[in-house]
């Protein structure tokens, strides 16, 4: 199962996210459910540092990503936020179409 962590600080904006395991809904090569989880990571990430120069530091290797989000400039954290808002809506959409194959946690820290 892939599991999909979002942790987020008191207010809601997203600090950091975690994703790991593999879906085992097809074999390797052939599995639909990690390769879309795959593809929305990629896109989201990439298209943060494309569109707004901002490099996110993560952890990645086979079966893991696990990114911090960087304290920003206001109006730049805000457009970051949003982009990993619409990353994080595929994630969840695919963790409620696959519930055997796909965990969403959505985290906020307390005060």
Known sequence: MIKVQVFRNPQGRIERFRVDGHAGFADYGNDIVCAAVSVLIQNGVNSIEALLGVSLPAVSREG????????????????????LESMLYGLRSLAEEYPKHVSFADNVRQV
Not at 64 to 83: F, G, H
Request: with cysteine; charged share 30%.
């Open 64 to 83: 893991l990503v696990d990114c911090k989000i960087p304290v920003l400039p206001a109006d730049e954290s805000d457009r970051v936020q949003l982009l």
